[in-house]
């Protein structure tokens, strides 16, 4: 399984964007990238997930170079409802062998 | 919506005692799993289930059994519940689908153990 990487925190301020990478160097053809956001006393929520490029939804925006082995999670404009953690995993779901790994996440706090 | 529900949001017990988590989902979902979180150590897999009455260990298994009786629902046990057990529970399910890998999670156990 693809181990990823990623900051045990981050800080920032209401209004900025904030971009969160994980690395994966061992990520494998067909494995994709799904990240997770979690608040406290929640379980994690799904955020986006990708192959390769760029994805974008209506929450976040994933960034992919071409080597596949590191992708960053692009939030735009912040606030401080996106004082979280996130996580970021690898796999492949194809055949239901996929074994999801969450690992430590970042903790990402927002600031007034 | 997709929806997944924990017996009890919050739950005290005494040492040896034998627990019973529940978790039941609403989609027909084939994947079912159990995590406990720690602080500062994220989610670990306990265990999961492809489907019904199949289950396979996580990265911890070790002082729990899991049940899957009906495709719904996905029970883990503590058979003898420790001071070391005391943690947040988070159940989640699935479809595997290929290229769609999101997990739906239900709203958490607390469980103390004393």
């Known amino acids: 399984l693809a181990k990823t990487t990623q900051p045990i925190s981050m800080d920032s301020y209401e209004g900025q964007e904030v971009n969160i990478t994980c690395s994966h160097n061992?990520?494998?053809?067909?494995?994709?990238i799904t990240w997770y956001q979690q608040f406290p006393s929640q379980g994690p929520r799904f955020i986006i997930q990708?192959?390769?490029t760029k994805v974008t939804n209506e929450v976040a925006s994933l960034f992919i170079p071409a080597d596949r082995k590191s992708s960053t999670l692009s939030l735009p404009r912040v606030s401080l409802s996106d004082t979280a953690v996130y996580y970021c995993l690898v796999g492949d779901i194809t055949g239901g062998s996929y074994i999801p790994t969450f690992g430590r996440g970042t903790s990402l706090i927002v600031h007034p | 919506d997709v929806k997944v529900t924990q017996s009890s949001r919050y739950l005290v017990k005494r040492t040896g005692e034998k627990v019973f988590l529940e978790c039941v989902q609403d989609m027909d979902h084939e994947n079912m799993f159990w995590y406990r979180q720690d602080p500062g150590l994220g989610l670990r897999l306990i265990y999961f289930s492809y489907d019904v009455k199949m289950k396979e260990k996580g990265d911890i298994p070790e002082g729990y059994s899991v049940s899957r009786e009906k495709k719904e629902r996905f029970s883990l046990i503590l058979e003898s519940a420790s001071t070391n057990q005391t943690s947040m529970y988070l159940c989640a399910s699935r479809i595997p689908t290929s290229g769609n890998h999101e997990q739906y999670f239900g709203p958490g156990t607390r469980l103390t153990v004393t």
């Open positions: 990708g192959y390769k």
């Open positions: 061992n990520i494998a053809t067909n494995d994709y």
